[in-house]
């Protein structure tokens, strides 16, 4: 690991650890909740205040996903932001209708269609702020099929297009 990703990665550690503690202490707005210069700080790595704001009360209300995992989240929707995307924001925002509906199947399994393009959404920057990556039914999905939601992404950004290879992934995972 070089310099640069440890940097980052500390101040991404205690960005979240300070929100935590923020949450905790009764902070509930996520336009309050962050400093401007937070607010930069994850938009140079391609995150946004009310992602990190939406697991940070994840894991105050549920205890997941853990810090580590979110870290890990943010590591790869950073390295595609900087990498895939040169540092430019995708123009465009999906929009919240335009999602498969919940109870959409693939592969026999429910859930399966919406958290394909939710991650999508996630890896590009385009995912609406009334949508969050990793809530509630996203893990009980990921639970269900044995797979973390950053392996997930990870093979999300792995297959691009190419939605048989994530069907493959996810059924050789929920057999084990």
């Known amino acids: ?21 923020a949450y905790k202490n009764g902070e509930r707005k996520v336009g309050v909740m962050f ?9 140079s790595i391609g995150a946004t205040t009310q992602e990190i704001f939406d697991f940070v009360e994840d894991w105050c209300e549920d205890g997941e996903p853990d810090p580590e995992t979110v870290l890990a989240i943010t590591r790869i929707r950073r390295d595609f932001f900087l990498n895939d995307q040169q540092g430019r924001y995708s123009k465009y925002v999906r929009i919240t209708d335009l999602f498969p509906p919940r109870e959409a199947s693939l592969a026999g399994l429910e859930w399966f269609p919406r958290i394909i393009e939710k991650a999508r959404a996630k890896l590009y920057g ?12 996203d893990r ?13 992404l990870q093979v999300i950004r792995e297959a691009g297009d190419d939605v048989d290879y994530i069907v493959k992934f996810v059924t050789d995972r ?3």
């Not at 310099?3 to 929100?19: P, Q, V």
């Not at 400093?35 to 938009?43: G, I, N, P, V």
């Not at 009980?140 to 997930?152: A, W």
């Open 1 to 21: 690991m070089n310099h640069e990703s440890e940097e980052w990665e500390e101040g991404f550690r205690s960005l979240f650890e300070s929100k935590v503690t």
């Open 35 to 43: 400093t401007k210069e937070e607010e930069d700080f994850l938009q």
């Open 126 to 137: 385009e995912l609406p702020s009334d949508l969050m990556y990793g809530c509630g039914a």
């Open 140 to 152: 009980r999905f990921l639970k269900k099929v044995n797979v973390g939601p950053d392996d997930f």
């Open 174 to 176: 929920s057999k084990t």
